[in-house]
């Protein structure tokens, strides 16, 4: 479940009865320092509808598990980069080494189009 707070003092009450909880006075504030600190990204994101993508995917592909992010990418369609990688309640940029385990979540960036077929790749239907 997920609710927009409209008092940021209120957020902890919301996720202590297990509600992810986004305040819109920190939403605006992050936005404007995205945009002042890194102006390219903030920039890409805003258009992210018109030709990107970024999608989160469980790794549920025996031809994924056991392979590292640098065996991974060139598996990939052309775009699209594995940008953050969760296990175990930690998210993190990986490193090329890093071994992808069953029930990973991974977060894909890249052309909206391949960006579809990567999450296709990486968790069959």
Request: charged share 25%; proline share 5%.
């Amino acid at each position: 479940m997920l609710a927009r707070v409209n008092d940021p003092a209120n957020v902890e009450a919301f996720e202590d009865l297990g509600v992810r909880a986004v305040s819109s006075v920190l939403a605006t504030a992050q936005t404007i320092d995205n945009y002042v600190e890194r102006p390219a990204l903030a920039d890409w994101m805003g258009d992210l509808g018109d030709h990107g993508d970024v999608q989160e995917i469980e790794v549920t592909s025996d031809a994924l598990v056991g392979e590292s992010i640098s065996e991974v990418g060139p598996e990939l369609p052309g775009s699209v980069i594995v940008a953050l990688v969760t296990r175990d309640g930690e998210t993190r940029v990986p490193s090329a080494d890093l071994v992808l385990e069953q029930g990973d979540r991974i977060t894909l960036i890249g052309d909206r189009d391949e960006v579809r077929d990567a999450m296709a790749f990486c968790h069959p239907s």
